[in-house]
């Protein structure tokens, strides 16, 4: 039988870490599996009408402003998790891990009681016309009702990634996605004398999927990681470790918004240039998605080892791990950006006909082979700064550069000198390369080590008091 002391995801200090090939292919499966889902859901939408998919998409942008409020705590946990397994601390792991599931419980519930209220003034807010209101109302408040699942989803699976288990979260990932795509089908067309549920369907399809991969989690920690949620939990949340997981997380989230906000802006003044330019960028920005999957798994699975390696002490070792981590991200990066490079004008026909749109694309994809790597400086090294507890200087960085470069830039070139979207490429090129060396110098320089050394030190705060603790005891029990 199986201890917890025994448990797969344990190791002591100084025992070698799990390769990042390991840990990223499964995240790398994961994330693709997201964006298929999305794409195959925004099919059967379209079998509804024009109107189901831009009511549901308006509609999924309210949900993504809630849905990373729950990152904030996850990425926080991740990160923490892993300073402590580092360090072989396996039950204050779990204590964090407790902390964060509640937490992210509570904030669920209290997301989907507000989107059961405020709803139709979120909506009316983003602008959407009747027709569109139709899809889009019940779509929101009957998500928002199942909030609380996913917040609970986001927070057990970064756990469990912490602890080196991400093969486990794509498989669940895998059968949510499976048995949401299937009851979307069943019950948007009404198949197997199913009534035609529509839109409805679609959130009934959602919500059973969130709720099987929610009990397939719960299983996974406890048979993985031993961690058991006891009702006194819920109400037992301890304030340092929550301050502790927001310092860890919010700066990361907080980044997140920054660049979605600052490219919404670019957005709109894409839509300035005409349907044909704006349609370009969508295209275009779908397949950069696609192409930085890599590179993106790449990253969290650094992070992981990272966060090891600091909260085992072992600075030196993270430093050197993360720029061979670097290095193997620009040879995919390269490698994914050449293939997409060739073959352009194909992936382009299979969005559209618009031969305007293919030429514009083409050159656009093409300047991915400069705009790619320095994304993967991003991608690898920001999530490395954040897993050694430095998580402050990429937001800030990212502030300056996303507005001040980013924004400012695809304004000058593509709008003031009329570049059009090759202008917005080039301001989108030099952000990444800006804070991209950014990162780098001061990875390489160990500006990040007085942050890593206090997260290693507050990991190792708790076994110092229990050990005093012990001593005490044993002193005492012999005199």
């Known amino acids: 039988m199986t201890t917890v002391s025994q448990l797969p995801g344990d190791r002591a200090p100084g025992a070698p870490e799990p390769g990042l090939l390991k840990l990223a292919w499964p995240i790398f499966a994961e994330q693709s599996l997201h964006m298929l889902t999305g794409v ?88 959407l016309t009747p027709p569109l209101m139709v899809f889009a109302l019940p779509f929101l408040q009957w998500m928002g009702g199942t909030l609380f699942l996913e917040s609970m989803n986001y927070a057990l699976c970064a756990v469990l990634r912490a602890h080196g288990h991400t093969r486990e979260v794509m498989f669940v990932i895998l059968a949510q996605n499976a048995v949401n795509a299937g009851l979307s089908f069943l019950l948007i067309f009404g198949i197997a004398g199913l009534p035609a549920l529509g839109v409805i369907g679609i959130v009934i399809a959602a919500a059973t999927s969130r709720l099987l991969a929610c009990v397939a989690l719960w299983i996974l920690v406890n048979l993985r990681i031993g961690l058991r949620l006891r009702a006194r939990d819920l109400v037992s949340i301890r304030l340092r470790d929550l301050r502790r997981l927001l310092a860890l997380g919010f700066p990361a989230v907080l980044e997140n918004i920054s660049w979605f906000g600052a490219f919404m802006i670019i957005t709109a003044l894409t839509a300035r240039m005409g349907e044909r330019t704006l349609a370009t960028q969508a295209y275009t920005m779908q397949i950069a998605s696609i192409e930085m999957l890599a590179c993106l798994s790449i990253g969290i699975g650094n992070e992981i080892i990272v966060g090891r390696l600091v909260g085992a002490g072992r600075f030196e070792e993270a430093r050197v791990q993360c720029l061979a981590n670097m290095r193997l991200g620009l040879v995919v990066t390269m490698g994914v950006a050449c293939v997409f490079a060739l073959i352009a004008p194909w992936v382009l026909r299979m969005f559209t006909a618009d031969g305007q749109i293919v030429s514009l694309g083409r050159t656009l994809i093409v300047m991915g082979l400069l705009l790619e790597p320095g994304r993967s400086f991003n991608l690898i090294l920001i999530n490395a700064l954040r897993a050694s507890g430095d998580s402050r200087f990429p937001l800030a960085a990212g502030l300056i550069s996303q507005w001040g470069i980013m924004l400012f830039g695809a304004w000058l070139l593509g709008t003031h000198f009329g570049l059009g979207l090759v202008g917005v490429w080039i301001a989108l090129i030099a952000d990444e390369w800006l804070r991209g060396l950014y990162m780098l110098q001061r990875w390489r320089r160990g500006r990040w080590l007085k942050h890593a050394k206090r997260m290693q030190a507050l990991a190792a705060a708790r076994d110092s008091l229990f050990d005093a603790h012990s001593q005490r005891l044993q002193s005492r029990s012999f005199t």
């Open 40 to 127: 195959v859901s925004t099919l059967m939408a379209s079998r509804i009408g024009d109107n189901a998919v831009a009511g549901l998409g308006s509609a999924g942008q309210v949900l993504v402003i809630f849905l990373m409020g729950f990152n904030v705590l996850a990425v926080g946990a991740s990160i923490a998790t892993t300073h402590h397994l580092g360090l072989g601390d396996r039950d204050g792991a779990r204590r964090l891990a407790r902390g964060a599931v509640s937490t992210n419980l509570w904030l669920g519930a209290l997301f989907s009681l507000v989107l059961a209220f405020t709803a139709p003034t979120l909506l009316r807010w983003a602008q």
